[in-house]
């Protein structure tokens, strides 16, 4: 499989302040990046997903001004966590797509605003 | 709306039995269907995948897939403890995006 890459795998941050998750495909290009997030002992939910250099699409209910995702090129991409709250904490986990339709993830991220 | 349905469980099975693991979907056009292991605490990682009706091998997994009754099945031969997991079944959908199922524990006593 794929190798993908996730930073960092684990954060507290105090309700309020930003984060960024980095994700990068170390040895495939990414075309597609769709980004999830995994409340405990519950399914993935899909957020959003993006093409290199356009903008990210959002599944309904998630605020795109707070849950920002730059792709840039196509080996990294970027989701930030603005003015996080307490019902943000989650795993978020990314997961590149190339031109096939297997999807790989990354190790994902655990969040924990307090 | 798109739905894959699989039974919670837990899905209870002795070392060295076979694991059935079952899925049904809703939407007669998907094309593509995935199964994936998650360890708790851990992402999903991908087992098998599969697009043509009938069965397909890999190792002791074994994916079978039957379009006109919408259901793909996951097999495990020979359970071990350490295939103790919740087993994910995905469809594609719209644009490549994957819909999930709730996800069906296995337990592989020993």
């Known amino acids: 499989g794929a190798v993908v890459s996730q930073h960092p795998s684990w954060v507290i941050c105090k309700s309020g302040t930003s984060v960024k998750i980095e994700c990068r495909s170390l040895?495939?290009?990414?075309?597609?990046m769709f980004w999830y997030r995994q409340f405990p002992k519950q399914s993935l939910m899909l957020m959003a997903t993006?093409?290199?250099?356009?903008?990210?699409?959002?599944e309904q209910g998630v605020e795109k001004d707070k849950f920002l995702i730059n792709h840039a090129s196509l080996t990294l991409s970027t989701l930030t966590v603005t003015s996080a709250h307490p019902e943000d904490s989650s795993f978020y986990i990314c997961?590149?797509?190339?031109?096939?339709?297997?999807?790989?993830f990354g190790p994902g991220t655990r969040l924990t605003v307090t | 709306q798109k739905e894959v349905e699989q039974n919670s469980g837990p899905l209870s099975v002795p070392e060295g039995a076979i694991a059935s693991l079952n899925c049904t979907y809703s939407d007669r056009g998907s094309q593509s269907f995935f199964w994936y292991r998650q360890y708790s605490g851990k992402s999903p990682e991908l087992i098998m995948f599969?697009?043509?009706?009938g069965d397909k091998e890999d190792g002791r997994f074994t994916a079978q897939l039957n379009k006109a009754s919408q259901y793909v099945s996951l097999l495990i031969r020979d359970s071990q403890p350490s295939d103790s997991a919740t087993y994910l079944c995905?469809?594609?959908?719209?644009?490549?995006?994957?819909?999930f199922g709730a996800g069906t524990i296995l337990r592989v006593k020993s």
């Open positions: 599969i697009y043509s009706n």
């Open positions: 993006s093409n290199e250099g356009s903008k990210a699409t959002y």
């Open positions: 040895d495939f290009q990414a075309t597609t």
């Open positions: 997961s590149p797509s190339g031109t096939d339709y297997e999807q790989y």
């Open positions: 995905a469809v594609n959908g719209y644009g490549n995006k994957l819909v």
